[in-house]
């Protein structure tokens, strides 16, 4: 259902251009300032010009912020991976622990061989 309401939206917004850009044809004088440049371009022209500016400032803007992301999350990987090591560390040495108890223990119970 989303689809197919974005997809409705993108074709509304495509069929809005492509109307602007019939009805105002006509050209117009564009300066880049500070240069004595000017330029005659349809109306359309710089409006489309403006779009895909816009849209290339947006995706250079989201790939920064999506580099920071995963540089983020491969830092914070490496984190947890070392809490992972040191908690299996821990897991080891108090499992060797309980061991040696046992093994003290059963030697404490135990008749001595060199009594016999």
Do not use: C
């Amino acid at each position: 259902m989303l689809r197919i309401l974005r997809l409705l939206a993108a074709g509304s917004g495509l069929l809005l251009i492509v109307l602007f850009a019939i009805g105002n044809r006509a050209p117009v004088d564009v300066a880049f300032w500070p240069t004595p440049l000017v330029v005659d371009l349809p109306l359309y022209g710089v409006f489309l010009m403006g779009l895909l500016l816009g849209a290339l400032v947006t995706a250079a803007i989201a790939g920064f912020e999506l580099l920071r992301l995963r540089l983020d999350y491969r830092r914070l990987a490496r984190r947890l991976h070392g809490y992972e090591y040191q908690a299996r560390l821990r897991e080891a040495a108090a499992e060797d622990a309980a061991l040696e108890r046992i093994r003290a223990a059963g030697r404490k119970g135990l008749p001595s061989a060199a009594g016999s």
